[in-house]
């Protein structure tokens, strides 16, 4: 992982998930996720090494940002009205990107949002203020983009790769649009990346230097995610391993 000293407000602090809250959202977009807001210890999520476990682990990902974006509107603390009207889009996309995997998983899905468990002392954190929320934003997005091409190559389902590449693109659209909000650059660069150089998965990425998203290993995206103390469920199986 990258060692670099980051701002409180910054990445490292910040991270995917929030979930307090319901704000404006119509219920057809918002995450039931909202209904977990304990520090309570979550059930263990397992996911394996196969088609079902890494689109699965999609789903989580999207479930996080759906939740994210559903707190943002209801925290107050972005005050713009454009802003808040390209969160609540954002949030609108993310949930449809749920409803979606869902559908596509059907009777393979391996948790309910209900399951989510989140720590509300550090969602409270995350929120308190337009700048947090927004480098949490891209965080969020920036790390999606990794951690779908991570694991596009292990999927052998061509209906689950479909569901996959089709929604990594709108991630990498959402990163560079929250991006400009704050006045950084639409791509990400290699500074911002919270997997360095040396700790680049060599096989997943043969392409170093060549103006490309590097590819994060699941095990890699749940570090990053543990390290912020945002989800209480722990995360498992051989997919992370």
């Known amino acids: 992982m990258n060692s670099r000293k980051l701002p409180s407000t910054s990445r490292r602090s910040l ?18 996720a909202i209904n977990a807001q304990t520090n309570s210890r979550g059930q263990t999520l397992t ?5 079902i476990g890494i689109l699965n682990f999609a789903l989580l990902l999207e479930e996080l940002e759906a939740a994210f974006y559903a707190a943002v509107v209801s925290s107050g603390k972005i005050t713009n009205s454009k802003e808040m009207e390209y969160m609540r889009y954002l949030g609108g996309q993310e949930a449809a990107h749920v409803t979606f995997l869902r559908s596509v998983l059907a009777d393979q899905v391996l948790f309910a949002t209900q399951d989510l468990s989140f720590n509300q002392s550090t969602l ?6 337009r700048d947090s929320i927004l480098n949490t934003a891209v965080t969020l997005e920036d790390v999606g983009v990794h951690a779908y091409n991570g694991a596009g190559p292990s999927l052998t389902n061509p209906v ?8 990594v693109s709108v991630e990498a659209r959402h990163a560079a649009g929250v991006r400009a909000l704050l ?3 639409t791509t990400e660069p290699d500074s911002d990346r919270l997997v360095n150089d040396a700790n680049l998965n060599s096989t997943l990425n043969p392409f170093k230097g060549r103006a490309y998203d590097e ?3 699941p095990k890699q995206i749940v570090a990053i995610v543990g390290s912020l103390n945002i989800l209480n469920n722990p995360i498992g199986g051989s997919l992370v391993a």
């Open 160 to 167: 689950f790769l479909l569901a996959a590449g089709s929604i």
């Open 15 to 32: 991270i995917k998930w929030g979930i307090y809250g319901l704000g404006a959202l119509t219920i057809a977009v918002m995450p039931r």
């Open 47 to 51: 996911f394996n090494a196969n088609d």
């Open 124 to 129: 409270n954190n995350v929120l308190a203020s």
């Open 183 to 185: 006045g950084k650059p």
């Open 215 to 217: 590819l994060y290993t």
